[in-house]
């Protein structure tokens, strides 16, 4: 995809983070791969207002190489997290209400569900609090990031990963989900859940899950 069809998408995706109710106001940010880099929504700046131009390329040591406005306080992991992981080329990060939530209570999402494991593990990591847009947030969600897809970040939000933009955005929307069927699980009293066994089951079986 051409650079120009990319900042539209990520314009378009970021106003739906607002729409879907992933994200209030002007929290959360979304990047893309590019060859020299990543695409980086600005910070500060509310998503109705953002024009192709206002979205920020950096290069992978931490540069802005095209754009006037400064990048998303979290360029940090953006950045490390392409550097750890060459097969991802989209980044989602929001604040959304059950994760977040649950965030705040420092602990995992478990095999409670089979859908889990569409994050990539048994789990949903939360990972250690550090304070946002500094290189430790950014090495605690590389260290929660790894072998999945999506993380927590501790009192703070979310982090999700894709293939491509549409992916890591439905994963986000997956993710949410789960954190508020979690919620709602623990109202109704201990939470049963899927065994080692049968999370491995259903993690061979993601392989191929909606792959036509």
């Known amino acids: 995809m051409n650079p120009s069809k990319l900042r539209k998408q990520i314009i378009e995706t970021v106003i739906a983070f607002n729409t879907s109710g992933l994200s209030v106001g002007t929290s959360g940010n979304l990047s893309v791969r590019t060859s020299q880099g990543f695409l980086i929504t600005p910070t500060g700046i509310p ?72 994050a990539g593990g048994d789990s949903i990591r939360c990972a250690e609090y550090a304070t946002f847009g500094t290189e430790a947030l950014s090495q605690n969600a590389v260290k929660a990031l790894e072998g999945r897809n999506a993380c927590l970040l501790a009192n703070h939000g979310m982090v999700v990963l894709g293939e491509n933009i549409d992916s890591a955005y439905q994963l986000a929307e997956e993710v949410e989900n789960l954190a508020k069927q979690y919620w709602i699980s623990k109202q109704l009293g201990e939470v049963v859940l899927l065994d080692d066994e049968e999370m491995n089951k259903n993690l061979e079986k993601f392989k191929t899950y909606g792959k036509q």
Request: charged share 20%; proline share 3%; net charge negative.
């Open 47 to 118: 998503y109705l207002q953002l024009k192709e131009a206002d979205i920020v390329e950096m290069d992978l040591q931490g540069n802005v190489i095209q754009g006037n406005l400064k990048p998303s306080s979290e360029w940090h992991f953006h950045r490390d997290i392409y550097q750890a992981r060459e097969e991802i080329n989209a980044i989602v990060h929001v604040h959304s209400d059950y994760a977040t939530a649950i965030a705040c209570t420092r602990v995992d999402i478990p095999a409670f569900h089979y859908m889990v494991a569409r």
